[in-house]
């Protein structure tokens, strides 16, 4: 592709709203454009690495032999409606109405309407296992999108589904799934982990998450320095901690203390000159309709998805200050679960601090020598989020947090959307049973920023070799004849070995074409100019070169096959 005849409109400054490296670097480099909040138009350079993404990911799901289809974006009411989802999903469903009154919205995931599809086509055990899949565009109505392609309205996804006459064949299913997008992650050149994850609003039993690493990630996720051993930190758990006691009833009975102003964990510790692991912090929330008293170690803070999950409640939140007093009898940062007379859940954590400091329930006072079973009691559970340094659950190693970009989600969703949509099958007796499903998707335009925020520089882009738009920028510096020669002879040789080449022959400075070259980040570069070629050689650089100085000289003949060689190795 000639650069003169090309489409890339870089930019020198950033867009007022971009915040993160790959919305800054992307619409600088001319790779997107924004449309509106979270909708964005890909240009052609953005649109070659989208499609270089889908080719690996069609490839490895072929390899699996799953199958692809194209289920439609706009979806009548009637299917969300059948399995509760149209209530469930809220405001993120972008709704309309058709001209004769029907409800309607876009799809933000497709397992109703693919369920729909296999309840009419499969009907006996012969026909299974299956998977399908698609590469189509999702709607959500984001209440805040941001990050650019991180987290928009409209995004580009793979998703694919499974269907096993029963619970070992999904798990096989999964497994292919899980070894596939293993391989997509690995061809596309990313450094991520996979770790267990919340299920959501797709439901379903076994999940997992693969997350790419990168500072700017809006997941946080826990992972062993010894093991294997990773998960988000919505389900991420700790080991026993080996520094903890056994709680014990030969300690003095709860004494009050006067604790004058002091109602954080920091201001109460620092006041009685104790650990904060010393204290059990005490909160008041609202699980749907109920008010439970959560009591965690002071130095922990409550998870919300693990409480909601060990509540069974479909939300919860931290009771507002006329509500803790209305439980409590007392003011926000006083209230403790000694004496307490409504529900208590306790983290445990919590339950292995063998003489803790907590409200008293009671303004200006705090208790001490509190033991949790002997003082106070409640069911015990991991209702806390984990820390750096905390103890792996798998093998005792320490944990350590990272925070990461989802770029995959697998799940197994059993007879969740089957069950409830009637897709059943007749197994070998002629007995109808139903489908068991797994759900497995990957944000295929999610991945494109995904890849440049992991791998940027100060300059622009360094795209990883397998996703980039080309493989090879080549740099005309100079307009003599032998200089123009030299460039389409290069651009035809890579062209004839299916390295197209984007060839900068704009009449431009070398410095303003060498910038651009850092910015839109392919992985080679080579320059072309008078004279190097007086010496028979052509200039390489590597995008991933530091130093600008750091120049391979090739012999022109010899030049594109190593080239190919080199991209090869990378």
């Not at 007379?341 to 006072?365: C, F, H, M, Q």
């Not at 010496?535 to 100085?549: A, F, H, I, Q, T």
Request: a neutral charge.
């Amino acid at each position: 592709m000639r650069y003169s005849r090309a489409l890339v409109p870089t930019l020198k400054e950033a867009p007022a709203d971009a915040q993160t490296a790959s919305h800054v670097l992307l619409t600088r480099a001319g790779y997107m454009r924004r449309v509106g909040a979270g909708i964005y138009s890909f240009l052609p350079l953005g649109l070659r690495v989208l499609r270089r993404i889908e080719r690996i990911i069609r490839e490895e799901m072929d390899r699996t032999g799953a199958l692809e289809v194209l289920l439609p974006a706009l979806l009548p009411a009637e299917y969300y409606r059948e399995t509760g989802r149209w209530e469930l999903y809220g405001e993120t469903l972008f709704r309309l109405k058709d001209r004769k009154g029907g409800d309607y919205h876009l799809g933000p995931t497709h397992e109703e309407i693919i369920t729909d599809l296999a309840r009419h086509e499969i009907k006996s055990y012969r026909e299974l296992p299956r998977t399908l899949y698609q590469v189509q565009a999702k709607y959500r109505d984001e209440p805040r999108p941001r990050a650019g392609l991180l987290r928009g309205r409209e995004f580009l996804m793979k998703d694919a589904y499974s269907f096993d006459v029963d619970d070992a064949g999904a798990a096989a299913s999964y497994e292919a799934m899980r070894v596939a997008y293993r391989r997509i992650f690995d061809r596309m050149g990313f450094d991520y982990r996979m770790v267990s994850a919340d299920s959501g609003a797709i439901g379903g039993s076994t999940s997992a998450e693969f997350q790419v690493l990168v500072q700017s990630g809006e997941d946080v996720i826990a992972a062993c320095e010894s093991c294997d051993y990773a998960a988000n930190l919505e389900v991420a758990t700790a080991g026993p901690d080996s520094g903890s006691r056994d709680p014990t009833t030969d300690l003095p009975t709860p004494a009050k203390v006067s604790t004058p102003g002091k109602r954080s964990i920091e201001e109460v510790s620092a006041f009685l000159k104790i650990a904060p692991r010393q204290m059990l912090k005490s909160l008041v929330y609202v699980a749907d309709d109920r008010v439970v008293l959560v009591v965690v170690r002071g130095d922990h803070e409550v998870n919300d998805i693990k409480l909601a999950r060990a509540l069974g409640a479909s939300e919860v939140r931290l009771a507002d200050a006329e509500t803790v007093k209305r439980a409590t009898g007392t003011e926000v940062g006083f209230a403790g679960p000694v004496g307490y007379k409504g529900p208590i859940l306790v983290d445990r954590g919590a339950a292995e601090v063998a003489s803790g400091v907590t409200g008293a329930n009671e303004a200006d006072v705090h208790l001490t020598n509190v033991v949790f079973a002997r003082d106070y009691e409640g069911p015990v559970a991991d209702v806390r989020s984990v820390v750096d340094g905390d103890p792996c659950p798998k093998c005792g190693g320490k944990l350590k947090l990272f925070r990461g970009i989802e770029a995959g989600h697998i799940f197994i969703l059993g007879t969740k959307y089957s069950g409830r949509m009637g897709a059943v099958f007749l197994d070998k007796t002629g007995e109808a049973k139903p489908m068991i499903m797994g759900c497995y998707g990957i944000g295929v335009s999610r991945l494109v920023a995904a890849a440049v925020e992991q791998h940027h520089d100060e300059n622009g882009i360094v795209w990883p070799a397998a996703i980039a738009p080309y493989p090879v920028h080549v740099v005309q510096v100079g307009s003599e004849p032998e200089v123009v020669k030299a460039v389409e002879d290069l651009e035809k040789s890579l062209s004839a070995l299916g390295l197209e080449p984007l060839v900068d022959d704009r009449d431009e400075r070398p410095g303003v074409k060498f910038k651009d070259a850092d910015l839109i980040g392919v992985p080679l570069r080579v320059t072309i100019g008078a004279k190097a070629l007086k010496s028979g050689s052509v200039e390489l650089k590597p995008r991933s070169e530091k130093n600008p100085k750091n120049v391979e000289l090739l012999p022109v003949d010899a030049a594109p096959s190593m080239l190919a060689e080199r991209l090869r190795a990378l």
